[in-house]
C-alpha cells in the first residue's frame, strides 16, 4: 500500500525530525507512480502532486517528528478534498414525476444501473418507473423488460418506434397515469464524439426535463475517462456520475479525473451484477482504494 | 509537438506524456524510453524527429508478435471470446461471423452467455441478421452444456466455424473463471488443441485493469489473441502495448464501431502512427 510504501521510503532515508527536499521528492515519485498506475489523468497527477508539494515542504511536516506519517496524511486529506464530500443524498423534484436520465458509454453498465437504481428506489418507498428509450443495440429492450419483469417494476418500451423523443415522452405520460414518482431513463451506449447521438441525446433531455442526468462511467476507464466526461458535460450537461464494475480490481483513478475536472459528484457506485449491488459513494473509501 | 529540434528532458517528458495519455502505462513506458535513451545515445542521435521515429519503430516491434493462422482450412475451428462485462464479445462474435460468412465459411454461433439478461436473445438477433444458426439454451442453463451441444451441432452440420459467445465476467471471480476452465475442458475433450482458439477481448477505453485483465485469463485458459475494440472513441488503445510486451499474445482484431462491418486486422503500423497522431 502507499502508506507502507511512503514508511519505507522515510526509513531509509532516516527522516527524523527536519525533511528534506529530497526526500519530498522521492515521496512525491512515489505517489505520482501510485496515481498513474491507478488510472488517474495526467494532468490531473501533475496539478496534485505540485499541490502536495506546496503543503509538504511547508512547516506542518518540516517540523513534524513523524514526517511520513503527516504526508500520508496531506496526501489523503487533498485525496478526499478532491472526491467531493459525501454528496449521496438523492433528490427528487418539487413535483413529481422525478425524472433520471442515464447516458454513458458503450457497455459502461446504463441499462443494469437503471434497473438497480430502479431497485433502490422501490426500496425507499418510491414508486419507480422504467423507460427503455435504447433503439438501436439488439435487445436493448428485451434486457430492460426482462430486468424490470424480476424486480416487479413498471416498464414502457415501444419495439416498433424510431424516434427516442416519442417513446420517453410516452413513458413520462404513462408513468403519470400509472402514479408514478420517479421515472429512470435508460438510454442507448453513445460516443461522445458521435455528433448526431449527443444530439439525439440532447432531444431526449429537452422532451424530459430530467431532475437529473447521471453519467455511467466503468470504473477501469483510463486516461480517456476525462476527454470524455467533458465532452458529456458541455455537449449535454451531467449533474452527476454512476461509477460501475467496482467489484474488481480496477483502482479506479477515472472517478477522481473526473470528479476534478467537471466538479461534478458521484452519487453510487455499483458492485456487481446483481440488482441489489448499487451503493451509496463515499469519498474516503474511494480515495483509498486508489492509492492503492 | 517536436518543434525543440534538441533533446533535452522536455522532449523525454514530453513522449513520457504522449505514451501516458495514450494508456501505455507509467511503467510499459519508462522501460521504453530508458532503452530509447540508450538508443539515442548509441546512435548519437540529435533530431527530435529521429528519436519519434525510434519510438515508433520500437513500439510497432512490441506489438508485432508472431501468430499462425487462426482458421485452419480443413477442420471445425472453435473460437471462444471471453472478457470482462460490457467490453463487446457478443457484438465482437457477430462480426466475426460477418467477416467469416462473407470469405464463404460456415458459421454457427453458441450462445453460452446463459445468465445476463436477454443476452441469448442479443446473440439470435446477431443470428437473424446474418443469416447464421444460434445454439441455445435456456437462461440460467450450464454454459458448458450449451457448447457440447454446439459442437455436435457443428459436426452434424459440416460446419467451418463455431463461434462461441461467453457472459461477461470480472477476472478476480474466482468461481466465473472456474466456469470458463470447464467450458474448455469440455471443448478439448471433442477437439485437438490446433482447433480451438481463445480471445480476450479488451476495450480501448481501459487503462491498467486491463493488465490484469490479461493476466488472470492468460493464466486461467492460455490466450490464443486479442480482440481491441471501440477503438472509434478517443481512446487510444495504448494498453495493448503493455499486454503485448508482457504477455506476447497477438492481437489479431480491432473493433471500430457498433456495425456488423466494424472490424479490422491489427495492424501494428497505423496504430502506433494513430497513437502519436
Ligand atoms: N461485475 C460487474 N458487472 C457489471 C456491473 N454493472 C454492470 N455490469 C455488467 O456490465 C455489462 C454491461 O452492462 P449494461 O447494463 O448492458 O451496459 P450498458 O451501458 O447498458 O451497455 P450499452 O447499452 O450497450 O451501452 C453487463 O454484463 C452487466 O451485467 C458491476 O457493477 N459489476
Ligand atoms: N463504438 C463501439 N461500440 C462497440 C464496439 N464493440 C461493441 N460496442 C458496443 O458496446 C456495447 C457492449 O457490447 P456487447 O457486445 O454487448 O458487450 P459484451 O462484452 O458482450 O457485454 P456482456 O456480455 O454484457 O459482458 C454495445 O452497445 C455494443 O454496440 C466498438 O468497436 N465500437
Ligand atoms: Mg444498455
Ligand atoms: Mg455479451
Redesign the pocket.
Known sequence: SLSSKLQNIFSKLKAYGKLGEKQVEEVLREIRLALLEADVNFKVVKDFISNIKERAVGVEVMESLTPAQQVVKIVNEELTKLMGGVSNKVTFASKPPTIFMLVGL??SGKTTSSAKFANYLKNMGKKPFLVAADIY?PAAIEQLESLANELGVSIYSDKKSGACKEIVRAGIKQAIREGSDVVVVDT??R?HIDEEMMKEAREVKEATSPHQVLLVVDAMTGQDAINVAESFKEKLGFDGIILTKLDGDARGGAALSIRAVTKKPIKFISMGEKLDSLEVFYPDRMANRILG | LFGASSIDESFWDEMEEILIRADVGIHATTQIIDKLKMRAKERNAKEAEEIKELFKSEMVEILTVENGNFINEDSLNVLLLV???????????AKMAYKFIGSDKKVLLAAA?TF?AA?IE?LQEWGKRLGADVVRHQRGGDPAAVVFDAISAARARNMDILLV?T???LHTNVNLMEELKKIKRVVLKELHVDSVKIGL?VDATSGQNAISQARLFNDALGLDFVVL?????TAKGGIVVAIEDEFKIPIWL?????GLD?LRHFNPQKFVEALFG
Open positions: 458503450q457497455g443495440r442507448a451506449g460516443l | 472478457g470482462v462485462n460490457g467490453v463487446g464479445k457478443t457484438t465482437t462474435i452467455d445476463r443476452a442479443q459467445d457472459a461477461g465476467r477481448v475494440t471501440k477503438l472509434d472513441g480491432i473493433g471500430t464501431g457498433e466494424d
